[in-house]
């Protein structure tokens, strides 16, 4: 079954790049009809789906986050990474990286990053 840990800073100051990085073990990156994302919960508030990398590389992001996100992945290392740029206190949030496949109907999720933007 595919396990998902997100790492990266919990602290982040405003104006700086967030970066947080989803290691994948029990399954590749590279299969296809499989779908990386990540997705944050601001305290008090639902979930925000904020963008994905697909199987193939292709990307996709929240209309709202686009202009300052990004999606990238080392499929030598089973890895896909989140770059939220202009971090400010709005962003703060638990961080989660998450993986659906519609072919096989299968969600999988990491257990969170909290990340604080400070100051």
């Known amino acids: 079954q595919v396990q998902l840990t997100e790492s990266g800073p919990g602290l982040v100051k405003p104006s700086q790049t967030l970066s947080l990085t989803c290691t994948v073990s029990g399954g590749s990156i590279t299969t296809s009809y499989y779908y990386w994302g990540w997705i944050r919960q601001p305290p008090g508030k639902g979930l925000e789906w904020m963008g994905y990398i697909a199987y193939d590389g292709n990307t996709g992001y929240s209309p709202s986050l686009k202009s300052r996100t990004s999606i990238s992945r080392d499929t030598s290392k089973n890895q896909f990474s989140l770059q939220l740029s202009s971090a400010a206190p709005e962003d703060a949030a638990v961080y989660y990286c998450?993986?659906?496949?519609?072919?096989?109907?299968?969600?999988?999720w990491g257990r969170g990053n909290q990340v604080t933007v400070c100051s």
């Open positions: 998450a993986s659906t496949s519609p072919i096989s109907a299968s969600d999988s």
